[in-house]
């Protein structure tokens, strides 16, 4: 029975610590980069002003798939912090693996695509697209990042990962990862969306993309699911390459630095054209992805 109430109190606590997290990430972006242009910026907690002004204000849909896609994308990144240990919480340890998480993933770019869909706007297409191809760019390299680290730990448990972890080093630190973990954060710009990969909400270029018909409590759902994949992202790095934490502020500690190192390249670099995004996501990220596979399986054969 208490094991019972741990499990229930660590499901509904996971979700809600993963948005507080990826919402202070979200100000803090903002904040960050307005130093950097020479600017004051808004304060920390602007997102959050923000959506409550937003969940206050007139919402229009544009049918049942416009609503539900959302909640889609939004339930599949709660389902995905359910799986990822965040200090020494993780709800669902024993119940998949980093492949599961991988599938699950796509259910986020999948449900935004169906809501956004229904706005029959020029826009939204086009920002659909590049959100798919984007997708697409990032997933071949990631997938043989994880089978490096499953190859490498002979396991598919992301628990187990953390914790061999713990007891022998960073798989960073270590050969046979060094190349896997680079090619990871060589890509973590593009999973996140940020410069040089935000084509896909590119406001000068078409107006936001698949959120230009988001408005009210829609806009605000978008952001909350933003937070959660930048959270699920980086959280995701941490565990496989930076040994998890032992505690929660530990992990908020290693997320924080990893996030501040790609708002880093955000300031720096503009943005890809499509086409020269796919050509570096299958050029560096997944030749040094494939060369650290093949290593982890020549080593560990």
């Known amino acids: 029975m208490e094991n019972m109430v741990v499990k229930i109190t660590q499901i509904i606590l996971s979700p809600i610590l993963a948005l507080i997290v990826g919402v202070f990430f979200l100000g803090l972006a903002r904040k960050i980069m307005a130093r950097i242009h020479w600017r004051y910026g808004p304060p920390l907690i602007q997102p959050v002003i923000d959506m409550i002004r937003l969940f206050y204000q007139k919402s229009v849909s544009h ?3 416009f609503d539900l896609g959302i909640i889609l994308s939004l339930a599949g990144s709660i389902v995905v912090v359910l799986f990822l240990p965040f ?3 993780c709800p669902l340890a024993g119940s998949g693996g980093l492949l599961v998480i991988l599938y ?5 770019p999948l449900g935004l695509a169906l809501s956004a869909g229904q706005g029959a706007n020029p826009n939204i297409s086009i920002g659909i697209s590049r959100k798919f191809i984007l997708t697409l760019g990032y997933e071949a390299p990631l997938l043989l990042v994880l ?8 396991t598919i448990s992301i628990m187990e990962v953390v914790n061999i972890q713990q007891r022998t080093g960073w798989s960073i630190i270590s050969f046979p990862l060094f190349l896997s973990g680079l090619a990871y954060f060589l890509i973590l710009p593009a999973i996140l969306g940020i410069r040089p990969f935000d084509m896909t909400s590119a406001t000068q270029e078409i107006s936001s993309g698949p959120m230009v018909e988001y408005g009210g409590k829609y806009l605000a759902l978008t952001v909350l699911e933003h937070a959660l994949v930048l959270f699920i992202s980086i959280a995701l790095f941490v565990n496989l ?4 934490a032992g505690n929660i502020v530990s992990f908020f500690m290693k997320m924080l630095v990893v996030f ?8 720096v670099f503009p943005r890809f054209r499509i086409e020269q995004a796919i050509k570096y996501l299958w050029k560096w990220p997944t030749l040094l992805a494939f060369l650290g596979l093949i290593t982890t399986i020549a080593i560990r054969s």
């Open 104 to 108: 699950i993933m796509l259910l986020a």
């Open 87 to 89: 200090g020494q919480i």
């Open 260 to 267: 501040v190192l790609c708002l880093c390249i955000n300031a």
């Open 241 to 244: 390459f930076l040994g998890g």
């Open 147 to 154: 089978l490096s680290v499953m190859t490498h730990y002979k």
């Open 63 to 65: 049918g049942r798939m």
